[in-house]
């Protein structure tokens, strides 16, 4: 028999391998639970990166469908505006497109941005997705330098109102389709002055002043060519009075409302 000192011995030594055997066993749980959570964080990790990057083929194909934005170049977001409202618009792109023939025909390159016409029809092209472009934002400060070529000082970081600029464009596509400037430079009055060379046994014929240009009507119009007009009817003589645009702040000016509730 085993004395009381042994046993005693043995107790305790029994006590220290369950206390050990139940320390393990909560190392080994907190350890499987510690790798639950890291395996949990990489598989999101890794969810996270595939539909963030995902396979590179799908992402290209789905970036063809996109609409390109434009970048805003301070207080541009008149023109950006207009240029989204024009690019849905097919029939003046395909005016473009005609118009600008005659470029490809006569130049085998047309020099970029030279024409307001050719610089306007890639930016629309490229933001009605009829041409394929990598840049996923579009910058269309090419617009205002060209602008700026037929005399319009349009700046970027001045506020400006898109029905204006709706004009200055017309206007300038116009002057583009005449070949001849609306406002003549004063360095191209030199160029004007010059003489034309005179072959021998042709009679030629100089006036004081270069005669207004006239418009050439077999030219084709842009779709948005036409003419505004206001009229003003009495109602008692039913007499019908075209108004004149430029006029209009001078009849604000002389006719009160009185005046005006009975016409």
């Known amino acids: 028999m085993l004395s009381s000192r042994?046993?005693?011995?043995?107790?305790?030594?029994?006590?220290a391998i369950q206390r050990f055997l139940r320390t393990g066993a909560a190392v080994r749980y907190k350890v499987m639970k510690n790798w639950g959570v890291i395996g949990g964080i990489a598989a999101a990790l890794a969810a996270g990166i595939y539909v963030i990057w995902g396979p590179i083929t799908e992402r290209k194909k789905r970036r063809k469908g996109l609409v390109p934005g434009l970048?805003?170049?301070?207080?541009?977001?008149?023109?950006?505006?207009?240029?989204?409202?024009?690019?849905a618009c097919p029939a003046f792109i395909k005016w473009l497109e005609e118009f600008t023939t005659q470029y490809t025909r006569d130049q085998k390159e047309a020099p970029p941005h030279q024409y307001l016409s050719l610089t306007l029809l890639h930016l629309l092209k490229?933001?009605?997705?009829?041409?394929v472009t990598d840049d996923e934002v579009l910058d269309a400060s090419c617009l205002l330098d060209v602008l700026r070529m037929y005399r319009w000082q349009i700046s970027s970081f001045e506020e400006q109102?898109?029905?204006?600029?709706?004009?200055?464009?017309?206007?300038?596509?116009e002057d583009e389709r005449d070949r001849q400037p609306r406002v003549t430079h004063l360095f191209d009055v030199h160029s004007l002055e010059q003489q034309p060379e005179v072959?021998?046994?042709?009679?030629t014929c100089r006036t004081r002043g270069s005669p207004h240009p006239t418009s050439?009507?077999?030219?084709s119009q842009h779709p948005f060519h036409g003419r505004l007009t206001s009229n003003m009817i009495c109602k008692h003589c039913e007499h019908q009075v075209n108004t004149i645009p430029a006029l209009d702040i001078f009849w604000r000016g002389f006719l009160s409302s009185r005046d005006l509730g009975s016409i």
Do not use: Y
Request: proline content about 2%; glycine content about 4%.
């Open 6 to 15: 042994a046993q005693a011995a043995m107790t305790a030594a029994d006590r």
């Open 71 to 87: 970048v805003n170049l301070g207080n541009t977001c008149f023109m950006n505006s207009l240029l989204q409202g024009l690019s």
């Open 126 to 131: 490229a933001l009605s997705c009829q041409e």
């Open 161 to 173: 109102d898109a029905h204006e600029l709706f004009h200055v464009i017309t206007s300038s596509l």
């Open 199 to 203: 072959t021998p046994k042709q009679i």
């Open 216 to 219: 050439s009507h077999w030219k």
